[in-house]
């Protein structure tokens, strides 16, 4: 943990803030968002190897414009990436070809426990698929409507993000 305060301090983000003074749900209301996975017609290593970088989602988060991202550390397991000069994410878990996150708690805001696991899975020698899946709480919604409007408009954003992705790796 010393190590994920000392990356956020280098980014210039108060490590006061990290975990401390949330606000938690009584009664959290968890949901997964499984996008829907996008084959690549090529090897998963060489997918991976043009989009799997962790400050790589600069490139793929939104079609055309790539967006500022700074990271501290190696792109292991504890690094962590600054996204848009506002969005933090820790990085949680690391594979061959896919990696986990999380966003910190910040002091005073909602803590929705929001992770996130973008992974490239081989089909054959020649072709892969891209999954991403989001995880967060959401019982700060007002209602059920609300959950599932705040539901549709990441699966729309993040999906757009998988597409993303499969054109960047498949260019030539």
């Known amino acids: 943990m010393k190590s994920a305060i000392f990356k956020l301090a280098a980014l210039g983000i108060a490590a006061s803030g990290f975990g401390a003074g949330a606000a938690l749900a009584a009664e959290p209301d968890y949901v997964a968002i499984h996008m829907d996975p996008v084959e690549v017609n090529m090897p998963a290593k060489d997918v991976w190897a043009k989009i799997g970088g962790f400050c790589d989602i600069k490139k793929w988060i939104v079609a055309g414009r790539e967006i500022p991202c700074e990271m501290t550390g190696s792109g292991d397991v504890g690094s962590v990436r600054k ?27 909602w803590y929705n426990l929001y992770h996130g696991f973008l992974e490239v899975v081989p089909l054959s020698k020649s072709k892969s698929k891209i999954m991403y899946t989001l995880m967060l709480d959401e019982s700060d919604k007002a209602d059920q409507a609300a959950k599932d409007a705040d539901v549709a408009k990441r699966k729309t954003q993040f999906q757009a993000a998988v597409n993303n992705m499969k054109a960047l790796a498949e260019a030539k």
């Not at 594979?95 to 708690?105: C, H, L, N, S, V």
């Open 83 to 109: 996204i848009g000069g506002a969005v933090i994410e820790v990085m949680t878990a690391k594979t061959e070809t896919g990696y986990g996150y999380t966003q910190p708690a910040v002091e005073g805001k």
